[in-house]
Nanobody
């Protein structure tokens, strides 16, 4: 129904910035909530940020003030702007989508991207 393709990951020094992109195909993002999750080696999947189809957002405390999620429904794209990156932000970042209301629970999401690696060096 909807396919997600992530891009924008890479290697950056602490204090730097990256912008991740999640592009949808097969279906419009309209009426879908989209979230970013991340998973570091040996750790559980962690919620990062969510955005509703109408633009309402929620950010995890660990990234609040540094990361910003946004969406452009006309382009079927969701972005995650990451500023002031820290080594503890190092993880594989996943884009996920679900129909309806946004959620921080990963098991409520039906569609997932392949992930993009973010590495922050100290």
């Amino acid at each position: 129904q909807v396919q997600l393709v992530e891009s924008g990951g890479g290697l950056v020094q602490a204090g730097g910035s990256l912008r991740l992109s999640c592009a949808a195909s097969g279906h419009s993002f309209i009426s879908y909530a989209v979230s970013w999750f991340r998973q570091a080696p040996g750790k559980e999947r962690e919620f990062v940020a969510a955005i509703s189809w109408s633009g309402g957002t929620y950010h995890a405390d660990s990234v609040k003030g540094r990361f910003t999620i946004s969406r452009d429904n006309a382009k079927n794209t969701v972005l995650l702007q990451m500023n002031s990156l820290k080594p503890e932000d190092t993880a594989v970042y996943y884009c996920a989508a679900k129909f309806g209301s946004k959620s921080y629970l990963h098991y409520e999401y039906n569609y997932w991207g392949q992930g993009t690696q973010v590495t922050v060096s100290s």
